[in-house]
């Protein structure tokens, strides 16, 4: 079974700074999808970001990018221009390309922002 | 889209009773999962219908655990004779299928259950 593994329980960062979370995953396939999920307190959990493991070029979304090493097989999120909202509990999360959709999640990283 | 519901939010039962959850995914989601989360921790897969069919069943839901998804709309998660260690967040997600799908699941807000 595929393992995904976020090794920094907190996170803080000031308002308009940059925080970087980490994540390494292992697995023996080389077609898989890899996510970063939020999930702000008390609050259902929503896709950040996602990137196609057959993707050389890493994913954006606004504020929010990845760097994606397939040989490292680490997915570390960027968060860029940090704001209040952005406070929350992230997964990174796995996916075969085969199978159910079933996703792997690491425990998460709290984000913590300081106004 | 109205988004994946699950009823009810928080339940808190006595240990030994039984208890239901209920998800209703989003209408054109042909796939259903239930996970389990507990304080700290990242969601655990618990089990996947496709339609009405129950796929999928991981170590983690034991005998005391059944789900059902009748029709392929909604899904119950039943939880017999509960143990304080039941005492988590389920969540239930859906996602369609298909080629070229890139398999993002959308959450509900989960059912949150203490067992005293």
């Known amino acids: 079974a595929q393992t995904v593994t976020q090794s920094q329980p907190e996170m803080s960062v000031q308002e308009a700074e940059t925080v970087t979370l980490s994540c390494t995953y292992d697995t023996s396939e080389s077609d898989y999808y890899l996510f970063w999920y939020k999930q702000p307190p008390s609050r259902q959990m929503i896709l950040v970001i996602r990137q196609e493991a057959y993707k050389q070029q890493n994913a954006t979304e606004n504020r929010f990018s990845v760097n994606f090493q397939k040989a490292a097989k680490s997915f570390s999120l960027k968060i860029s221009d940090s704001q209040l909202g952005d406070a929350a509990m992230y997964f990174c999360a796995y996916r075969s390309a085969h199978g159910n959709n079933r996703l792997a999640f690491g425990k998460g990283n709290q984000v913590v922002v300081i106004p | 889209d109205t988004g994946v519901s699950q009823n009810p939010r928080h339940k808190i039962t006595k240990r030994g009773q039984n208890v239901t959850f209920r998800c209703d995914p989003i209408s054109e989601h042909n796939r259903l999962y239930w996970y389990r989360q507990t304080l700290g921790q990242g969601p655990e897969f618990l089990t996947y219908?496709?339609?009405?069919?129950?796929?999928?069943k991981s170590r983690l839901l034991s005998d005391r655990f059944s789900a059902e998804r009748p029709k392929g709309s909604f899904s119950t998660l039943e939880i017999q004779r509960t143990e304080q260690g039941d005492s988590a967040m389920y969540l239930c997600?859906?996602?369609?299928?298909?080629?070229?799908?890139?398999?993002?699941?959308?959450f509900g807000e989960g059912s949150r259950l203490t067992v005293l």
């Open positions: 997600a859906s996602s369609r299928s298909g080629t070229g799908y890139t398999g993002e699941l959308f």
């Open positions: 219908f496709q339609n009405e069919a129950q796929l999928e």
